[in-house]
C-alpha cells in the first residue's frame, strides 16, 4: 500500500468523479457499496475525490488492494469488469 500513496498525493487535491472511474464504481461497486446499504461499511457513492484526506486515500488504498487482489466484486456476483476496465480503475487509484 505504501507504494500507492505518492501516486495518490501527486493528483490534484480535489477530483471530481467522472468518466470511466465513476462508470466502474456504478456498474460494479455501487449495488453494495452506496449510502443505503453500506456493505462491510463501505460506501462508495462520492462525486469528488479529495486525494489529500486520510480518511478517503485510505478508503480508495483498500478499494486498490481488493480490486487488485481480485476481492471484489465478489466471485459470487455475475456482472464482473472485464480486464482492461480492472487494469483501467487500477491505473486511476
Known amino acids: 500500500m505504501?507504494?500507492?500513496l505518492?501516486?495518490?498525493l501527486c493528483a490534484g487535491p480535489v477530483?471530481?468523479?467522472s468518466g470511466a472511474p465513476f462508470q466502474f464504481l456504478?456498474?460494479?461497486c455501487l449495488d453494495c457499496h452506496d449510502a443505503d446499504t453500506a456493505e462491510g461499511r463501505v460506501v462508495l457513492d462520492f462525486l469528488e475525490v479529495d486525494w489529500q484526506a486520510a480518511d478517503q486515500t485510505a478508503l480508495l488504498e483498500r478499494v486498490h488492494r481488493v480490486l487488485e487482489?481480485?476481492?471484489m466484486p465478489p466471485p459470487k456476483k455475475r456482472n464482473q469488469p472485464g480486464s482492461a476496465e480492472r487494469k483501467a480503475m487500477l491505473d486511476w487509484l
Open 26 to 28: 456504478s456498474d460494479y
Open 69 to 71: 487482489d481480485d476481492e
Open 15 to 17: 477530483e471530481k468523479l
Open 2 to 4: 505504501a507504494a500507492l
Open 6 to 8: 505518492p501516486g495518490l
